[in-house]
């Protein structure tokens, strides 16, 4: 695939290649859509469905196509997200889970650290999990207790971590210490540590209602990195944070809630369009297609929201550059949090609706060939990651702040 322009990274849709890319996209959903069954009733991480992303090259899809990656826009990342959610909803948020992490380390690590990272991600080999959780805090990201101990040219790492998204398949790891013996929790250290660095210990395994195949359990890291994986010694954390670690991580995320529930909604389209099967429905009722309506203005109003924010998201990074304070604004912070809001409620709500308008037998019960049992409870999740409760005190706060209402 040829790599896209940095004039074309700043489109709100899929870039000059979008149809090549939209052809990859939609050929990994229908592979991952078979695995997805199995994945989820076996409680299995997604090995085949991430092999067929690395040989794709989408690994790099964020990476600058000087270090061989496709340079795609974050709105770009949002559409793959989703398409690739409608197959798998737990291969597509490990795979938005990377790209946050990948954005991190091209945005802030040293100039080494990404010259000999960076092609190796766009070749496919390093896929990197987040460890921003600890017993005592929770998934709290701008903090952190267990300390860095540094020594010369080496920094030493003992991290506890109750949930670490496909931690125990990673290749690497990016992760949140506190800067110090004597720092506080909030200044925070990140970490990068390759698979090669660190020992590995499984603690908890990973029981879930839904999400089954992201297999998010405990893990403890143990070992010493270079110094130059410490990632940006000039900036701060919390501007790390609000520039590139929430804003992708909440596009990340919302793309890939809404396009599971998009895909739930196309299978159960065409199970109402099918000539015999949608005699089980009474589909020329005015009350089942309002219904099916309904459905349909949450998919659509949730979708636009992300559009919208994503290319306002692409819009700032290329006019005021990361250095900006920008992205600490209020209104900023108040359409990313709502956007995790949204997104988390409006696809879970529209999946619901599903379950309801299908019925016992395609809407409740296992092994429907539209599986909204299994959407339902993946989408159940959404809520819960950085509790939107949480979010909304936030933004309350932000509320007030924001003296000119600046509405997305």
């Known amino acids: 695939m040829k790599p896209l322009s940095s004039a074309d990274r700043s489109q709100p849709e899929w870039g000059p290649d979008a149809a090549e890319l939209q052809r990859l996209a939609y050929k990994l959903r229908d592979i991952l859509e078979t695995h997805a069954a199995e994945v989820d009733e076996k409680g299995i991480f997604p090995q085949k469905g991430l092999d067929e992303i690395r040989k794709c090259g989408l690994l790099g899809l964020v990476i600058e196509p000087r270090y061989g990656g496709i340079g795609a826009s974050f709105s770009t990342m949002a559409e793959v997200a989703q398409t690739l959610a409608e197959g798998c909803t737990s291969t597509a948020m490990i795979w938005a889970m990377h790209c946050q992490q990948v954005a991190t380390i091209a945005d802030y690590a040293e100039r080494s650290l990404c010259s000999s990272l960076l092609p190796r ?9 987040s460890v921003t959780s600890e017993r005592d805090k929770g ?38 210490m506190r800067a110090g013996p004597d720092a506080n929790p ?8 390759d698979r090669s660095q660190v020992k590995v210990d499984v603690r908890s395994a990973w029981r879930s209602m839904g999400m089954r195949g992201t297999q998010s359990g405990g893990l403890v890291l143990e070992g010493k990195v270079p110094a130059n994986h410490i990632i940006g ?3 701060d954390f919390k501007h ?7 804003p992708v991580g909440h596009i990340a995320w919302a793309a890939t809630w809404i396009g599971s529930a998009r895909g739930a909604f196309r299978r159960f389209i065409a199970l109402l369009r099918d000539p015999v099967r949608r005699k089980a429905f009474p589909v020329h009722s005015d009350l ?13 109003t949730a979708s636009a929201f992300l559009r919208q924010v994503s290319a306002t998201y692409d819009r700032m990074r290329s006019k005021e550059g990361i250095d900006s304070n920008v992205f600490a604004s209020p209104w900023f912070n108040l359409q990313i949090n709502n956007l995790k809001i949204s997104a988390s409620q409006l696809a879970f709500s529209a999946v619901d609706r599903m379950v309801q308008l299908a019925g016992l037998r395609h809407g409740y019960l296992a092994g429907s060939e539209i599986a909204l049992d299994r959407v339902f409870r993946d989408l159940r999740s959404a809520a819960l990651m950085y509790a ?12 007030l702040l924001d003296l000119d209402v600046r509405l997305a």
């Open 121 to 129: 991600i766009s070749a496919g080999e390093l896929y990197i999990a």
């Open 139 to 176: 998934g709290e990201l701008l903090t952190a207790l267990a300390p860095l101990h540094r020594t010369g040219d080496e920094a030493r790492i003992y991290r506890d971590a109750p949930v670490v998204t496909g931690g125990a398949n990673a290749d690497a790891f990016l992760i949140t």
């Open 186 to 193: 909030s200044d925070v250290a990140l970490v990068f540590a």
């Open 233 to 235: 010694h000039a900036r």
């Open 240 to 246: 790390i944070a609000v520039t590139t670690m929430v």
């Open 288 to 300: 089942f297609v309002e219904r099916l309506a309904e459905i349909r203005l949450e998919l659509d």
């Open 388 to 399: 939107n409760d949480r979010l909304r005190v936030v933004n309350g706060k932000l509320a």
